[in-house]
């Protein structure tokens, strides 16, 4: 099996900045697509972020322009820069990864938001 790990979440003031970080390890023949997600309390969970191996990317709406995803193939971690972070932004950040055309999910990290 695949194991995702994310790391980086934590409390920051609005305006401020986080890195997030998801490692996978385990049987790893080839990983494709790598995503963020997030889920706010009451909310449905929304693709925040995604990078294919090439390197393309597409972001939701809400955070185009302060978010950036950024993939290292070469140790199957995928990262999600953070900046001019907003109360509306917290939530649990999942990461999720394609393998063989099979998904796997991580725990998820906490990001809060607040002053």
């Not at 889920?39 to 709406?61: C, H, M, S």
């Given at each position: 099996q695949v194991q995702l790990v994310e790391s980086g979440g934590g409390l920051v003031q609005p305006g401020g900045s986080l890195r997030l970080s998801?490692?996978?390890?385990?049987?790893?023949?080839?990983?494709?697509?790598?995503?963020?997600?997030?889920?706010?309390?009451?909310?449905?969970?929304?693709?925040?972020?995604?990078?294919?191996?090439?390197?393309?990317?597409?972001?939701?709406?809400?955070?185009?322009?302060r978010f950036a995803i950024s993939r290292d193939n070469a140790k199957n971690t995928v990262y999600l820069q953070m900046n001019s972070l907003k109360p509306e932004d917290t939530a649990v950040y999942y990461c999720n990864a394609d393998h063989l055309g099979v998904p796997f999910w991580g725990q998820g990290t906490q990001v809060i938001v607040s002053s």
């Open positions: 998801c490692a996978a390890s385990g049987r790893i023949f080839s990983i494709n697509d790598m995503n963020w997600y997030r889920q706010a309390p009451g909310k449905e969970r929304e693709l925040v972020a995604r990078i294919i191996r090439g390197g393309g990317t597409n972001y939701a709406d809400s955070v185009k322009g």
